[in-house]
């Protein structure tokens, strides 16, 4: 029962304290409060204060002058190897000289992957050949099982 009358107490103070507008009208700064349309009168500030910080946006960008230029794209080139390695986790051989001497200088270039590269490094096991290449100053890696085809690509 005293929290009750203590509610009410709160209330009643709340009461005398707000000053007797309608509900929405307590929200409204002053220079809107006597309007008949106090929320079309916030739509037509908002629109002006917009308008006033784009205004204000676009005379700073004016005063400090161009925007500095946007970053130059990465230069491409050419397929590059850098390293290739066939094999399993288990073994593995150096394909480096062999994948190179076919793919460098080449815009792309696609094989088959097999044994022909450096023999077989993990009879029995599924291996696959892993490249790292450079495109001009863009590193890529591509990578593909035994029996299936690899693509170096540069051209994008």
């Known amino acids: 029962m005293t929290r009750h ?32 349309e106090p929320r079309e009168a916030y739509r037509r500030g908002y629109e002006r204060g917009f308008e006033r910080g784009y205004e204000k946006g676009v005379a700073e960008g004016q005063r400090r002058g161009s925007a500095p230029p946007p970053p130059a794209a990465p230069r491409t080139g050419p397929i590059h190897v850098i390293r290739a390695t066939y094999g399993s986790d288990s073994r593995s051989c150096e394909a480096t000289r062999w994948v190179a001497s ?17 023999g077989d490094p993990a009879r029995g096991d599924r291996k696959s050949l892993e490249v790292a290449y450079r495109c001009g100053e863009i590193g890529k890696t591509a990578s593909a099982f035994e029996h299936r085809t690899i693509y170096l690509d540069c051209s994008s």
């Open 5 to 36: 009358r203590t509610l009410l107490a709160a209330a009643a103070i709340a009461a005398l304290l707000l000053p007797a507008l309608p509900l929405h009208a307590q929200d409204d700064p002053p220079e809107y409060r006597d309007r008949a």
């Open 102 to 118: 076919r793919a460098n200088g080449r815009r792309s270039h696609s094989f088959e992957v097999t044994n022909a590269m450096c």
